[in-house]
């Protein structure tokens, strides 16, 4: 059950780096909703690598073909399955990894717990894998449209350069730049950044910051299931995160209660908070207002220089990343963000049909 | 499917914090197992109020009984009930809040969500709930002693008091003073902080670090059931809990891959790593070096301060704490993180049996 | 996972035959409820032992306790646990077969799966574990009221002692006799052979007929989850039933399809089907046309006869029933089988919600 | 959740009759099982149509292709996704009935659940769904074949005509003739008899029957999933089936339990049962007697006769079938209960891996 998220809209993703194919069964999509396929492969292109030089070249069309679940463009239903080659596969570039353990990678817990593992390009623990994720949340995004909710994404670190609060962003402007940071000046400063640290042959970290407009009320399951819980599960699964905080966040633990605490007031009929520190989330369920929540990336574990490490054998080797790689991945994990975001909420509004008798 | 948590080792609490009692079914637990109930009540000790001058003075004994799943002192497989009847109930306490919504409480997404809600202390959104978790985690301890899994949570930081690095610490300290922080200054200083602001009639948020040794390599499974997107879920889903983090976390944004990365090492046939950024797990799986993370709390959200809200008429009132309520949360928040802890790694365990012919 | 059914009303039951006590959670009951204590009684008075002649002697009152989820008397969404204590356990009549391993019964396969079993009564495999469904079908039950669905199981054979098919019935009469077959003439010749049997000191077999009216039209998932399926699941989850039926069933074999296939016409607007040898299910999925199966028990295996059998050793011993136990096992299934269908048409209720978007 | 079947060894299946593909996942399948691709082909090659004159002539080659989880030729314990593409479409035979109901078809609760549905050849459906399982089942029976685990289904009866007890025949000639009945000279019959119903452009139904030697003692699960409640819900999720019995099954009714109960005895020092009238199957766990059971297929739907019915309008239609259908299913159904039957005791195999500490 590990390749599978979600209770009532379920997706189930397979696919190996350098397999044939990726791609994704999405099963509990309600019947009836028009398929974008435009859309999809649009959200498809904002994750693909070789968009810019502050990404890897590596090419990949990834052009995506939906096999069942769709009629006449409208969901039947059905389970939804969509299939993205593998095109560039390239699999003598990792010839040298076969046995080898690179340093803070997958492949010796991959080989200790199975036994076995397809080492090319990281096989099933590759980052490619989210483009499956991305396909599946595409189509929750069409889903949560017919409830207005709107879900932005953007960078909001590199390094030690931090965009404005999300409050002071416009965040139509995202995908102005090509590191995803809506504020000019900020985006500047990452991409110079992100392109030093690519000459030193090195990487970095990150932090994505995800808004969530318009939730309706009422979303989220107490105790486990917990709305914000769900949300850092759905994004402590997307590669290299390290860290999920929501609201206020480890900056509120300084705070005291009477200045932490979101007092209610009637905004002409609809019951608000006047500060929002509970980031739209209350006993695990949404309150109406913005949900916000911070994603922390750590920097990239494959880097352009030598490291020590052992073969599958424990004897001592030296590994170098070849071939072509991200300097910094939270440009592309954006929309792997929003469509986990997506991907939660769809679930939940879906769940939230059973509250009331 | 709200109320479970576990996919194998898998427990369903109940109960409110007013009502006759509260509880947990464990399915899954494997036969043969000696339950050590003193173990289970020592357990719940350390999360029960009125310990000490720095937690609420609510008196409940918390005893439990197991009503079934135990034989002869032995696990038999089937399910074991466990039930903790609530002693001290006082619901004229609570009248006051029948009607209003307490701010930062889940007092009004209840009942936006169900239309219904038991408000006598906060119903099932009382953190009462986790008593149940706590007993059903020390099922879980008892099972990793098997493996000689340890797993020690303490206290780290309340406001802007931190201990030192777990590395420089004596964790089998931490049960030495009453705010868990195996550190005495710290400790001291945590205590004279939670201490002024109860007088103050105010709260204040901290942090529970846990560190867990000696885990088997190869838990936790790859794409979404991370072993520490799990951890993520399970702690997220602790009431007041507002982020979590693990190795590296939300510093090691800052870090290069280069100073990141985790190096291996042949330790006389064990391979190791030379650094331990990553937390001990690797692609979501552990690799066998010590696992610890950060899970942040808020300030808790009932002060005894009036506060403007609004009643479920949407007319303003005002509202104040009443009763007997916790100034800081987070020392009776450590036995509830080693439950969650132990119960995520139980699951894992018995999950991992299954990974290879 | 082995204890629970259900994917959105999900119940758990736990206990033993002879521990403390018996029970059940109902995790995703609907908030707004109202539960009626009186009608949980009724149904567990209908399957309780001791009724009738025909039927062990065994005195349980099988009263229940409501322990969370209620809330002046109407569902918080909040789960619901009720707890029935065992009161008559008579441990020392189960003292035989502490070692030896009864014919037809779990004993064997209970030891040799967990190796530790409570042999008290059959422990976990004893029929009493049943009362916990009814209880927890009893509030399925008065959910679908709410849709006019209307459950009516009774006695349709016994041993060789068959009733007239269900259309020429009325099932409010079920009742009115001991045996729970609607037509007095066949019941009174079900209700002579049981008691033959009892005096033989052994035991008879026996169907149960289930018939369910006001369906929804759409209930059912297609391909695994088939309406008929997850009922078929149910009721063979029910101790001593060999084998389940729907619609023309086993008899519907010898039919060529133009004499099985039902016609459909349109009844005043009605989409309507002019035989039904469907039984109510096409594709998985109901069409509104009334549902009915078969259920198949066997005869109890305990009877009150000498029988070979082997100890944990390996040696022979004999085994013989003593105590009090059912000549016939199906007078008493009636609510049981009604339990669980209510439990898996509750569940495609709440499932059917999201089928549309 | 209705497309996915199995816990721990769990497939997800999509498709429809006349889309691009359809296929499955299987997510669990245990890491270093060597991957046989002739076995599953020759497994797709018994279900497929056109293998003979009692089966539809319509031409599928259901050639499938592994997309991912198998790394030269060994399972790496990622999903296996296996897709088969849809060659003979021929959506023009279907134009006739996109707007009316085929009488026992599901095209009206299609209709009425999903609001559109692709009724191109039944769509989802349609019998084809059944290659993907057969798919995965085969690679169940490898997983298997490590427990000598021996499966073997025939059709034991067709209309009236009924094969001798399976005691009495010798299942490895099943594959004999085209009917896939052990027994010659019933095979013959039945062959004629399919023949004749072809003729009368009408069909027929039948039984298959299953039986599964070595399995190992402790398999299932108490209460709800029991060994074979799990076996009766596979079963009556393959499409046309109507019924399902074990071990005495529905003739056991009539027995009495001096006459009904399996004496255990040592043989050896195995424990074994003297008579098998439990289908080696006992408090829902098996007792590593043979398992059998029957499975009931009614009469396939399609008919090439004319029938009343209605169309989306409920306006009154003739439909009759066209195109290449079964007379008679239950030859083809014979390795689809194969599968489905290995599918379940894999499954248990792997939860079984957690009954005891």
Redesign the interface.
């Known amino acids: ?5 979600g ?2 809209f ?1 997706i ?5 780096s350098h ?5 994704v ?1 999405i ?2 999509c ?4 028009t398929i974008d396929e435009a859309f999809i492969q649009s959200e498809l292109d904002r994750r693909k690598p070789g968009q810019s030089k502050i990404t890897t070249q590596r090419k990949e069309d990834d052009t995506f ?5 769709v ?1 006449e463009g ?8 969509i ?1 993205i080659e593998n095109q560039d596969q390239r699999s003598k570039d990792y010839s040298h990894i076969a046995e080898a ?1 690179r ?4 492949d ?3 080989q ?7 080492y090319r390009g990281g ?3 590759s980052a490619r ?1 989210t483009a499956a994720r991305v396909a599946a949340g595409s189509i929750a995004k069409m ?1 949560l449209r ?1 409830y207005s909710v709107d879900i932005s994404a953007y960078v909001s ?1 590199v ?2 350069i931090k965009a404005p609060h999300f409050s002071k962003l416009d965040l139509s402007k995202t995908e102005d730049n090509i590191v995803r940071c809506p504020d000019s000046d900020t985006a500047e400063k990452m991409i110079s950044l992100i392109d030093q ?1 690519r000459l ?1 042959r ?6 994505v910051t995800c808004v969530i407009k318009n939730t309706p ?2 979303l ?7 709305l ?3 949300l ?3 994004m ?2 997307i590669n290299a995160v ?9 900056e ?15 905004d002409g ?1 609809n ?1 608000r ?2 500060t929002n ?3 739209g ?7 109406g207002e913005d949900i916000y929540f ?1 994603v ?8 352009m ?1 030598d ?4 073969d599958k054998n ?3 080797v030296t590994v170098s990343g070849k071939g072509r790689h991200d300097p910094c991945v939270v440009p592309r994990a954006v929309p792997i963000v929003e469509a986990m975001a997506a991907l939660v909420l769809t679930d939940f509004v ?8």
Not at 19 to 23: D, F, L, R
Not at 103 to 106: E, G, I, L, M
Not at 112 to 118: E, L, Q, T
Not at 220 to 226: H, N, R, S, Y
């Open positions: 059950m590990s390749n599978s998220y209770t009532l379920k189930s993703t397979f696919g190996e397999g044939p194919a990726i791609g069964i099963d509990g309600p019947a009836g909703l073909k939906i096999l069942s679940g009629f409208v969901s039947t239903g059905t389970p939804i399955a299939v353990f340093p803070s990678h997958a010796y817990t991959y200790a717990k199975y036994g076995v593992r397809d096989g099933r623990s894998e889903f017919k670190q390094g030690d640290v030193d090195d990487t970095i970290g990150g932090v009320v009422g989220g399951e107490p105790v486990f299931d917990k914000h819980a769900e850092g599960k759905a402590l699964g390290k860290g999920f905080e929501y609201g206020s966040g480890f509120g633990i300084t705070l005291r209660g009477s200045q932490h605490n979101d007092e209610f007031y009637n009929g019951i908070t006047k520190l509970s980031g989330v209350q006993g695990g369920i949404s309150n911070n922390a990336f750590k920097p990239v574990a494959t880097i220089q490291q020590d490490s052992v424990g004897n001592p879906l769940r939230a049909k059973s509250s009331k008798v």
